[in-house]
């Protein structure tokens, strides 16, 4: 019995490290070297309660019990208090699974972030791995699609359009050589799922691609990733070389006479590259000029050949459906929107994190039932819903439910579900000012309303600051969006005036000045 | 932290010739010589044309398009500061006033010094911001006095 080690998890996910996981790894390793004990550390993901974080779990008889937020220094305390049997201590929050943040959630596509080892294949097949693959492996490329499309999976990139649909186009298309792409540049501000999900599960989102491989008849791929995420691209990269050592992927895919070879490659701080046709041009070595659509990426995509590209959650989403049935995936959710939404909670709010739910959870319930309000505990002013091009909405329009349609009614959207919370000190003319200034750095410049465009915007809104003929200038603000909206190439202009025009209609008030004072002496 | 050696045309020729055989070779390249040099020397720009069979003008396009690829040598260390709209919502343009104003740090300034601070959009820390980037590792809950901490590591005391 006492030879057994009690297995201890540390996350290794880059939030956790973030506020100082790695000095608690080593602080563990140090006191139970010093005591001499048995234990195993376990870098696993994070469970998303990233207020939490580091938190420490500790495998016992009646399940994994939970410590946070642990720091360094209390580390000797907890073996003091006999955290490797669940000791009682200050830090000591219960069982993992029974915390209310655990309990309320449909974790699908997260089930196993933050309980495996993520480098460990033989953890990920113990936890359910690799059973949607050997799955497809049994079915045509037809019937995976047709499964695919069943499912009601919608792609999770931000756009929603159905996943079965884009690889149904692939499907049919004649070529020698078809592409799977993921988009794993994740530059939204307020979006980190695709990051946990790297850093936690790897191994889901290369099966999740595999199967849309044989799928379509793909035999290569690329996951596109940010290179703001070092954490994940090493994580990545070891990845890809075990899963290719494993016979997962590479010359036969799990024995069987498909073939897919996969690489990851780095972005260069390119927000636009998230615009899938830009993200084309980028893996071909180009500048990340977005394309015109037509032709379509599932027709002429990567090196004009047939491309499934698609969202890495939307990949992630892909072996569940494939194992447990597409119905079972389209039972959850509401209305046009199927299956969960891993929700990304930040900004100024008290437990931020990640929740993974059906759709159809209010915005309200997430931000004050499980966020807990402002971090700030003063009044939520705004919520940005959506990334840099969603809305800004006000507190009293918090219980729309998480739904593509729902937010669309209200000239708001879902994006790739991540929720960033302002409390009253924000001024929502400088949000505003703000989202023009991003688009204008971050333009890919192809198209003009885009590109001159953002920057008049700046202009303008410098003027509405300054209180210079304020009328006259939210007259011109409008007339720019609305040109933006209907003649940008992409939706990088096309919804840039989004969180412009609901601040504008949201919170007039901001954007009411008076003419600043000149300077001063 | 990372000393980087000066640029050698025949070790960024073969970093070239190294990766050349792959598809889109260009940005793995550019991301090899950055990596080795800590910046892109237009001395590399024939050189890549030659190897994958394009125009200078591609190369230098791309070179440019891209935010990372720096064409100067850079610092030692290069902090890169999150100023999207989560991190705004904790404050971190307060963050960059104080920096300037109490520590004489202007972000996005070319620094002659060994350290500079840099503007980045989402680092994917959102719930645990204002966060920074610095030597391959994220920070979270960061504030003015430990950018400027970490601007000093290295230097001498």
């Known amino acids: ?521 | 932290m990372a000393a980087y050696p000066a640029w050698d045309q025949d070790s960024a020729r073969m970093i070239v010739a190294g990766l050349a055989h792959l598809e889109g070779a260009t940005l793995p390249i550019l991301h090899a010589l950055q990596d080795e040099f800590g910046y892109v020397d237009p001395q590399a720009v024939p050189l890549i044309a030659e190897v994958l069979n394009l125009s200078r003008a591609e190369v230098h396009g791309a070179i440019s398009f891209y935010h990372d690829f720096k064409t100067t040598p850079q610092p030692r260390r290069t902090i890169k500061l999150c100023r999207a709209e989560a991190c705004q919502a904790l404050g971190c343009e307060t963050v960059v006033d104080e920096l300037s104003r109490t520590h004489g740090i202007a972000v996005d300034s070319h620094h002659a010094g060994d350290a500079a601070v840099e503007t980045v959009y989402c680092l994917g820390n959102c719930a645990l911001g204002p966060s920074a980037l610095v030597d391959g590792e994220l920070i979270g809950r960061v504030d003015a006095a430990r950018i400027a901490g970490l601007c000093q590591h290295g230097r001498a005391q």
């Open chain 1, 1 to 521: 019995m006492s030879a057994t080690p009690v297995r201890i998890f540390v996350p290794v996910d880059a939030a956790a490290l973030s506020v100082g996981a790695e000095a608690v790894a080593q602080a563990v390793a140090r006191e139970a070297i010093a005591r001499g004990l048995s234990v195993e550390i376990v870098r696993n993901g994070s469970r998303g309660m990233l207020w939490l974080e580091p938190m420490v779990e500790v495998e016992t008889a009646e399940g994994r019990i939970a410590y946070g937020p642990v720091a360094a220094k209390d580390v000797a305390a907890l073996f003091e208090a006999g955290f490797t049997s669940g000791g009682a201590h200050a830090l000591r929050l219960g069982k993992t699974e029974e915390l209310d943040w655990m309990k309320r959630q449909q974790r699908l596509t997260f089930e196993r972030v933050g309980i495996i080892d993520p480098l460990s294949i033989a953890d990920y097949r113990a936890h359910g791995g690799f059973k949607g693959l050997e799955k497809a492996l049994a079915l045509t490329g037809g019937e995976i699609v047709e499964a695919v499309k069943a499912s009601g999976l919608r792609g999770r990139g931000g756009a929603g359009f159905p996943t079965g649909i884009k690889w149904k186009t692939v499907h049919d298309a004649k070529a020698e050589q078809k592409y799977i792409v993921c988009n794993a540049d994740e530059g939204d501000s307020g979006t980190f799922a695709d990051r946990m999900l790297f850093e936690g599960d790897p191994y889901l989102v290369i099966e999740g691609m595999t199967i849309a491989a044989i799928a379509v008849g793909a035999t290569r791929g690329y996951i596109y990733l940010r290179s703001e995420y070092p954490h994940a691209h090493r994580t990545l990269l070891r990845t890809i070389l075990k899963a290719e050592a494993a016979g997962m992927i590479g010359a036969s895919v799990m024995g069987s006479q498909h073939a897919f070879h996969l690489e990851v490659r780095l972005g260069a701080g390119a927000y636009i590259c998230g615009e899938e046709t830009s993200l084309l041009e980028s893996l071909e070595g180009k500048r990340a000029i977005v394309r015109a659509k037509p032709p379509l990426p599932a027709l002429q995509g990567l090196f004009g050949k047939p491309t499934v590209v698609n969202n890495v959650l939307s990949f992630a989403a892909v072996p569940w459906i494939m194992d447990h049935g597409a119905q079972a995936y389209a039972d959850y959710g509401m209305g046009r929107s199927r299956g969960t939404l891993p929700i990304q909670l930040g900004g100024n709010v008290k437990r931020g994190g990640l929740i993974e739910l059906a759709f159809g959870i209010t915005l309200r319930e997430i931000i004050e039932d499980m966020g807990g309000g402002t971090l700030s505990g003063r009044p939520i002013r705004a919520v940005q819903v959506g990334g840099p091009l969603g809305a800004y909405l006000t507190a009293e329009q918090l219980d729309v439910q998480m739904d593509y349609e729902a937010l669309a009614a209200m000239r708001a959207m879902l994006g790739h579900g991540g929720i960033v919370v302002f409390d009253d000190s924000v001024d929502m003319a400088k949000q505003a000012r703000f989202a023009f200034e991003f688009c204008a750095k971050e333009s890919c410049g192809k198209c003009t309303p885009c590109r001159i465009g953002a920057t008049r915007g700046v202009e303008t809104m410098d003027r509405i600051i300054a209180g210079a003929e304020v009328p006259k200038n939210i007259a011109v603000l409008r007339d720019l969006s609305k040109l933006m909206t209907d003649a940008s190439l992409c939706a990088m202009g096309g919804l840039t005036p989004m969180p412009v025009l609901s601040a504008l209609n949201h919170f007039p008030e901001d954007f009411d000045r008076p003419p600043l004072p000149l300077a001063a002496e």
